[in-house]
Nanobody, 119 residues
């Protein structure tokens, strides 16, 4: 069994910064791509950023230049550094990882962490 646990969400003023973390634990052989998704109230979940095991990154256009995804493979952890936050960044942020265990390769999700951007 594999668990992903996010942390770092909270309330921040517009223009502020926040860093999210997501740690994977369990019977992990290897983690492939990791990513962050978000779901705003009344909207569908959308991709925010992804990072491969080799460090190649991809971002949705709306966060380019403001968000940075990174990972620490030794700690099985992915981070999302968010700067110049806007009210439209308000959402529940979910961590995702493609994890290889001894028996299967599967996508796993965290339970989410709420980010609220408001004055």
């Amino acid at each position: 069994q594999v668990q992903l646990v996010e942390s770092g969400g909270g309330l921040v003023q517009p223009g502020g910064s926040l860093t999210l973390s997501c740690a994977a634990s369990g019977s992990i052989v290897k983690i492939n791509a990791m990513g962050w998704y978000r779901q705003a109230p009344g909207k569908q979940r959308e991709l925010v950023a992804t990072i491969t095991s080799g460090g190649t990154t991809n971002y949705v256009d709306s966060v380019k230049g403001r968000f940075t995804i990174s990972r620490d493979n030794a700690k099985n952890t992915v981070y999302l550094q968010m700067k110049s936050l806007k009210p439209e960044d308000t959402a529940v942020y979910y961590c995702n990882a493609g994890v290889l265990t001894l028996t299967r390769l599967m996508d796993y999700w965290g339970k989410g962490t709420l980010v609220t951007v408001s004055s």
